[in-house]
T-cell receptor
């Protein structure tokens, strides 16, 4: 069964450093998303991406964040200058359509900022 | 403000028993409501999705109900198994957006 994959599973970085989280969505999906979950809190929407551009973003997704689909398979989230409060689990998701289509989530990348 | 509230926060049941989890939302205009299962340290897995016109949706031992008038949903789990131990999250989407609004989840523990 096709699935969303994410790498790395755990990333440790120093405050102020740049990190890139990588995702490989399900191959025939066209809509891509990033979510984050701070430990003990609920999952929060960050950004949605379709047709090589951001279609929607939350207040969390400020200028420190960017997304890119550098090739036909990868979807990345970059945090330019990490802060302690960026420590969280980051989930990538993909769907084949908008609206009521299922969003399939990856296993997540745990980001720890020291 | 668009919010999704769930109860109870946590629940302990014995294997083989049934249970019902509750969800209330204030998301407007409403588009659809989903239930996800999330194992610790893993990504959420979709169980059901219901639109405004649907009252109930089943997926094996999971049955979700929706009352769009009172803005309430429930997830009923029948004949629980040890593998049902997880967090169950109610997720609502507003009309004209793909942004999922997550509840805080109900942590279910099934004991033998």
């Amino acid at each position: 069964e096709p699935e969303v994959t994410q790498t790395p599973s755990h990333q440790v970085t120093q405050m102020g450093q740049e990190v890139i989280l990588r995702c490989v969505p399900i191959s025939n999906h066209l809509y891509f998303y990033w979510y984050r979950q701070i430990l003990g809190q609920k999952v929060e929407f960050l950004v949605s991406f379709y047709n090589n551009e951001i279609s929607e973003k939350s207040e969390i997704f400020d200028d420190q964040f960017s997304v890119e689909r550098p090739d036909g398979s990868n979807f990345t989230l970059k945090i330019r200058s990490t802060k302690l409060e960026d420590s969280a689990m980051y989930f990538c998701a993909s769907s084949e359509a908008a609206g009521t289509a299922y969003q399939f989530f990856g296993p997540g990348t745990r980001l720890t900022v020291l | 403000k668009n919010q999704v509230e769930q109860s109870p926060q946590s629940l302990i049941i014995l294997e083989g028993k049934n249970c019902t989890l509750q969800c209330n939302y204030t998301v407007s205009p409403f588009s659809n409501l989903r239930w996800y299962k999330q194992d610790t340290g893993r990504g959420p897995v979709s169980l059901t999705i219901m639109t405004f016109s649907e009252n109930t949706k089943s997926n094996g031992r999971y049955t979700a109900t929706l009352d769009a008038d009172t803005k309430q949903s429930s997830l009923h789990i029948t004949a629980s198994q040890l593998s049902d131990s997880a967090s169950y999250i109610c997720v609502v989407t507003a009309y004209n957006t793909d942004k999922l609004i997550f509840g805080t989840g109900t942590r279910l523990q099934v004991f033998p």
